[in-house]
């Protein structure tokens, strides 16, 4: 019985532009061409005598305008908008309607309970109450990002159930500012929130264990944010040397490198002190600066540095007092050259 062979059926070439095509006006016949497209229009026309030889041509050009004055460095913006937060969950690609007028609002309703779930709405509150907390205490946008990635861990690791958001989003804060080296107490942030001591402690801890639970595993979210992409490490609490330089810079001195140079040095020389090993970096920060302000001549009173650490006049003077039996020793290894005039410096 003969085989019958099936003829194959051409295959269709793929399609190639022609590039070597050129478009010439029929009239006037120029080579090369005098062709302008009008965009506004969508026409491509002849420069000569104006006849169209294309339509509903597509617009090219960027939708931005140039100034030469603000071009600095030829920047080109990208045509496709901001890139995706990794912080927030979706595509982040839908389109938002604007919340205006009766009709818009109507929209913008139905479109909000459509488009967002409850949990990405908690999530952005979320994100808007910690923006809003580290702005009140000047922490910057580095803080700010931190925290917001540890509360992104919280929430997708589905730790600290039962706990109030509001003690969540403290201790996130607190954890961030601590790793990003940006000084800020306990005391600072318990009194951004009005839950109790007790239970932002409690959080606190917790949340310190979660995070070194997950540094390492495979499941912690990796972003741009440096300190959390490694192995968490917790750190000490904040020292007196650390708040040495915030404080002098609200106290305004004239000279507040210098004050707070010798403050700083104070600081760190106030740990071979066993009367004041135990006291709050607070009031030792604050006792510094009293003792520098005076030796560089730029005095200030206790009642005025007390007023920007958050301590008490009173706090402030013991600490000091403690300071002043000890400053001897302590201003010979700062000034080995020779110690200043104490004349001025204050007993108590």
């Known amino acids: 019985m003969a085989d019958f062979i099936i003829p194959k059926p051409p295959q269709q070439e793929k399609f190639k532009e022609n590039l070597q095509n050129l478009l010439i006006c029929p009239e006037c016949k120029e080579d090369p061409p005098h062709l302008v497209e009008e965009f506004s229009s969508g026409d491509m026309v002849c420069g000569d005598c104006g006849l169209v030889l294309g339509e509903r041509i597509i617009d090219t050009r960027s939708e931005w305008r140039t100034f030469s004055n ?3 460095g030829n920047d080109d913006p990208s045509r496709v908008g901001d890139g995706p937060n990794q912080l927030i969950d979706g595509d ?12 818009g609002k109507n929209l913008s309703h139905l479109q909000n309970k459509i488009t967002q779930d ?9 994100y808007r109450d910690i923006q809003g907390l580290t702005d009140s205490i000047n922490a910057g946008t580095q803080v700010a990002n931190a925290a917001k990635h540890i509360y992104k861990l919280v929430e997708d690791n589905k730790a600290l159930k039962g706990k109030s958001q509001e003690a969540i989003t403290a201790g996130c ?4 500012c601590r790793q990003t080296g940006v000084p800020r107490t306990f005391r600072e942030i318990y009194s951004l929130t009005k839950v ?6 409690r959080v606190f801890k917790q949340l310190e264990s979660f995070l070194q639970k997950i540094g390492g595993e495979e499941h912690a979210i990796t972003t741009s944010i440096p300190t ?7 750190k000490g609490s904040t020292t007196a040397t650390e708040l040495c330089a915030r404080y002098c810079s609200n106290l305004n001195f004239r000279n507040s490198v210098a004050v707070e140079d010798v403050a700083r040095q104070l600081a760190d020389k106030t740990s071979t002190i066993s009367e004041l090993a135990g006291r709050s970096p607070l009031s030792v920060a604050a006792a510094c600066i009293y003792m520098a302000s005076h030796i560089r001549n730029e005095s ?7 007023a920007v650490a958050g301590v008490s006049d009173g706090t402030v003077k013991t600490a000091y007092r403690l300071l002043h039996g000890k400053k001897d020793k302590l201003l010979a290894e700062i000034f080995p050259e020779g110690v200043p005039n104490l004349d001025k410096l204050p007993a108590n």
Do not use: C, H, P, V
Request: charged share 25%; glycine share 6%.
């Open 70 to 72: 603000d071009d600095q």
């Open 92 to 103: 982040q690609l839908q389109t938002t309607i604007a919340f205006d007028g009766k009709n």
């Open 118 to 126: 409850k949990n990405s709405k908690q999530l952005m509150q979320a």
């Open 173 to 176: 804060i607190f954890i961030a």
């Open 196 to 201: 109790s001591k007790k239970e932002i402690g």
């Open 228 to 234: 959390f992409n490694q192995q968490y490490q917790g």
């Open 300 to 306: 200030r009173t206790s009642k005025e540095i007390a």
